[in-house]
């Protein structure tokens, strides 16, 4: 069973860089695609980007100038940078994995990040 | 980017009920549409995916519909733990987006 577990810090300050890592356990990495998805609390659910186990990636263009997705195939992790975080940027961060229809089938449990000083 | 508008925006209905959800797609996705259940406090879980195809280990009162920009979810009779939030999400082009959600709560 595939099982995915976001780590990272719960709380970042304004214009700093938030960072997240995800770590894939009981199967590979490689042939799927890895996204991060976010949702603000009460609100809508956001797409934020994703990494192909090739190290290609796509991002949302409403976040791409300050996000970056990397992978590391060797940990079976991949991780989420995400630029002059403000408190919009206050949201569960979830990792979930998608094949190519598209469709996230397994998904982290979420970890929440808050942006204040 | 493709806006997807689902209808109702919350629900109230009783254990045994059926119950649909509309979601609209605002130009045509063909059948990238995908339904997912989010309770509280968990990660949303995917319930069918290509718009008709039930996940494996779904229950079979849920049913999807639909193509193109008119997509419905069906739950045949409402079970208690059925309690919960619904999301469609496309994945016909990137940015993928979701629904803004369904809340579905016991009357």
């Known amino acids: 069973q595939v099982q995915l577990q976001e780590s990272g810090p719960g709380l970042v300050k304004p214009s700093e860089t938030l960072s997240l890592t995800c770590t894939v356990s009981g199967g590979s990495i490689s042939g799927y695609y890895w996204s991060w998805i976010r949702q603000p609390p009460g609100k809508e659910v956001e797409w934020i980007g994703y990494i192909y186990s090739s190290g290609s990636t796509d991002y949302n263009p409403s976040l791409k100038s300050r996000v970056t997705i990397s992978v590391d195939t060797s940990k079976n992790q991949f991780s989420l940078k995400l630029s002059s975080v403000t408190a919009a940027d206050t949201a569960i961060y979830y990792c979930?994995?998608?094949?190519?229809?598209?469709?996230?089938?397994?998904w982290g449990q979420g970890t929440l990040v808050t942006v204040s000083s | 980017d493709i806006q997807m508008t689902q209808s109702p925006s919350s629900l109230s209905a009783s254990v045994g009920d059926r119950v649909t959800i509309t979601c609209r797609a605002s130009?045509?996705?063909?059948?990238?549409l995908s339904w997912y259940q989010q309770k509280p406090g968990k990660a949303p879980q995917v319930l069918i995916q290509?718009?008709?195809s039930l996940q494996s280990g779904v229950p079979s009162r849920f049913s999807g519909s639909g193509s193109g920009t008119d997509f419905t979810l069906t739950i045949s009779s409402l079970q208690p733990e059925d309690f919960a939030t619904y999301y469609c999400?496309?994945?016909?082009?990137?940015?993928?987006?979701f629904g803004q959600g369904t809340k579905l709560e016991i009357k």
């Open positions: 290509a718009a008709s």
């Open positions: 979930a994995r998608h094949g190519p229809g598209g469709y996230f089938d397994y």
């Open positions: 130009q045509g996705i063909s059948s990238y």
């Open positions: 999400q496309q994945s016909y082009s990137t940015p993928y987006t």
